[in-house]
């Protein structure tokens, strides 16, 4: 048991494994007491101290003097007391050196046991007060194995994990490539620290540009954003606090140096850089570029905005699968629902048209309702009363009563739209068309009605275009 060199040990151990030198000492001697007790049962009074002279763990067995023996393992009489202090007295307490040798195998045992976890727990203290400052912080790591698609990273003092989560799509590694990644967060386990890796993490964005961008580094460029697909595209925000420099060229560098590093470590991922705004709408509006915006409509209530773009836009705003919409609505923290100007027309006339069909509504009244906003039934329907006391001459009553017509316009119309689904569902299975004509019988018929027809003085006119032209009696 007794360790020679065990100073010359505990000195490197404190040095690779970073733990500290004391609490590899108070391990050791815990581990002696503990083997002592193995050996010679629970009840003895032992101490184990280390002579950093010597460089050895001593261990000593401490017995009360007293009168007469009860307990010979914890006490002496009077006379072997004198034996190894003349001066003790009855209720001294005596201690002498035990020879750790004597311990046995299963003491010796216990105690490296004990050693062990001692160390580990030392370990994961360390390493735990080492990475928990640093959260947030890009690290470098040299990639160790794999498990179950999660990739273990040697950091050199621990080890660190990548979750598939947290890993870029169709990226791949081998043993022993370089990684750089964000540490996410530091979990302290009883198995030990868990150190999480990410670079999907939009903040491994910024950290990176952070690197490459001395003007973020010094807070004369700020991020004010930033929003990632890993592995397809990325948005950013930027701002300046000095009129004289330019944010998006800062980043961008010269002939693109500063992002193309940044891009290069996201393995080709694109990135547009965009000038943040502190007015909202014309934040969005950096956000979707490159296309052009026509015009913002905006519902605080909500946090959503229409963006209405030309016609030829359209693909261009909405991006690939929706991206460019999607990235600039994360990036903005907006919801926002983006509409060519056709379809915007098409549906301002058919809520127009929607007002027009409610009871009590004229042409008039709807030209008002859709000037305050109110753009169609629905929207009427659910108005609020005061809302509408405030347009000039509508009373309560008659607001009360739109309203009403309103929500009846809005039932007949879905009424009417299930009745449409469920006749046309009824011709599909029958495999019949909607409308199937009825030929007329040849009887003769057709001339007794033109007859008839002369009779009663009325002309058939010819069709123009498909229609027939109305009466005279009928026009209004």
């Known amino acids: 048991m007794f360790i020679a060199d065990i100073k010359r040990v505990v000195e490197q151990v404190s040095r690779d494994k970073g733990i500290d030198r004391q609490i590899l000492i108070q391990a050791l001697e815990e581990a002696l007491r503990s083997a002592a007790r193995k050996r010679y049962g629970a009840k003895v009074d032992i101490e184990a101290n280390f002579n950093d002279e010597s460089g050895e763990i001593e261990v000593f067995q401490f017995k ?38 004597s311990f046995g195998r299963i003491a010796a045992q216990s105690a490296k046991q004990v050693i062990i976890q001692k160390m580990k727990d030392a370990e994961r203290d360390a390493v735990y007060a080492n990475y928990i400052e640093r959260k947030g912080e890009i690290i470098n790591g040299i ?6 698609g999660e990739i273990v990273v040697n950091l050199g003092t621990t080890e660190a994990l990548l979750p598939v989560r947290e890993q870029v799509p169709r990226e791949s590694y081998r043993r022993g490539d370089r990684l750089r990644a964000l540490i996410l967060d530091v979990l302290y386990e009883s198995r030990g620290p868990q150190i999480i890796l990410t670079r999907t993490h939009p903040d491994f964005l910024i950290m990176l540009f952070k690197t490459e961008v001395p003007e973020i580094a010094e807070g004369i460029v700020e991020i004010k954003g ?11 925000s930027v701002s300046s606090q000095d009129s004289d420099i330019d944010p ?34 014309k934040y969005v509006c950096n956000a979707l570029a490159p296309a052009e915006i026509s015009r913002v409509i905006i519902e605080e209530e909500n946090r959503s905005m229409e963006v209405i773009v030309p016609d030829d836009f359209l693909s261009v705003a909405i991006g690939k699968r929706g991206q460019n919409v999607r990235l600039a609505s994360k990036l903005c923290g907006w919801h926002l629902d983006v ?29 008002v309702l859709f000037e305050k906003g109110l753009y169609s039934a629905e929207e009427l329907a659910n108005a609020d009363i005061h ?13 009360r009563n739109l309203i009403d017509s309103a929500k ?18 009824g011709n599909e ?25 002369a009779a009663s003085g009325t002309k058939e006119e010819p069709e123009v275009d498909g229609k027939l032209p109305q009466n005279e009696s009928t026009k209004p």
């Open 429 to 453: 299975q029958t495999g019949e068309s909607p409308v199937t004509p009825k030929p007329a019988a040849d009887t003769g018929q057709e001339d007794h009605n033109a007859g008839d027809d």
């Open 248 to 281: 998006v060229g800062a980043c961008v560098g010269m002939k693109g140096s500063r992002v193309q590093n940044v891009v290069q470590e996201l393995r080709g991922e694109k990135i547009d850089i965009i000038p943040w705004h502190v007015d909202t709408a």
């Open 226 to 236: 930033a929003a990632r697909e890993p592995g397809s595209r990325a948005k950013i």
């Open 339 to 367: 509409n060519s100007e056709s379809q915007y027309k098409a549906a301002m006339e058919k809520g127009y048209e929607s007002l027009k069909q409610i009871n009590g509504v004229g042409d008039s009244l709807a030209d």
């Open 143 to 148: 990639v160790q194995r794999f498990d179950r």
């Open 408 to 425: 009846e316009s809005l039932d007949k119309t879905k009424v009417s739209e299930v009745q449409k689904k469920a006749e046309a569902s």
């Open 387 to 399: 809302d509408l006391v405030s347009i000039r001459g509508i009373g309560e009553e008659k607001a």
């Open 64 to 101: 009360e003097i007293v009168a007469e023996i009860t307990e010979p393992d914890l006490q002496l009489t009077l006379e072997e007391g004198r034996e190894l202090d003349p001066d003790c007295e009855v209720g001294d307490s005596l201690g002498t050196k035990m020879d750790t040798t």
